[in-house]
Nanobody
Framework: VQLQASGGGLVQAGGSLRLSCAAS????????LGWFRQAPGKERECVAT??YYAESVKGRFTISRDNAENTVYLQMNSLKPEDTALYYC??????????????????WGQGTLVTVSS
C-alpha cells in the first residue's frame, strides 16, 4: 500500500484543518487507515483509527474514509498549539480495537506538518 498525505499548514489556535491521505495498492481493501503524529522531541503517537481516538483529540478530531476515492481524512477542529506535529497516515492489516502500535503499521505516508500558533 502506498500513501500520500497532504493538507498540513499553519493555523491559529481555535482554527481547523483537514488532512487527506490518498491510498493506492492492489489489496487496499484489506487495510485499515489511520493517523499518527510526532511532535518535536517526542515519540510518534497514534491519533485516530477507525476504532480509536487519542484522549487528547477526542471531540475535536474526526477520521473518515472515502472508499470510492481511496482516501482517508482527518478533520481537525479547535486546534491547540500542542497539536503542532508532523502528521502521518498509516495502513494496517486489520482494524484492531485500541491504539495502534508502531510495529503493527504496514505502510507509512510521508509526514505533513501542522503548526498551530497561539
Amino acid at each position: 500500500v502506498q500513501l500520500q498525505a497532504s493538507g498540513g499548514g499553519l493555523v491559529q489556535a481555535g482554527g481547523s484543518l483537514r488532512l487527506s491521505c490518498a491510498a493506492s495498492g492492489r489489496t487496499l481493501s484489506r487495510y485499515a487507515l489511520g493517523w499518527f503524529r510526532q511532535a518535536p522531541g517526542k515519540e510518534r503517537e497514534c491519533v485516530a483509527t477507525p476504532t480509536y481516538y487519542a484522549e487528547s483529540v477526542k471531540g475535536r478530531f474526526t477520521i473518515s474514509r472515502d472508499n470510492a476515492e481511496n482516501t482517508v481524512y482527518l478533520q481537525m477542529n479547535s486546534l491547540k498549539p500542542e497539536d503542532t506535529a508532523l502528521y502521518y497516515c498509516a495502513a494496517r492489516l486489520g482494524y484492531g480495537r485500541d491504539s495502534w502500535s508502531l510495529s503493527s503499521v504496514s505502510s507509512w505516508g510521508q509526514g505533513t506538518l501542522v503548526t498551530v500558533s497561539s
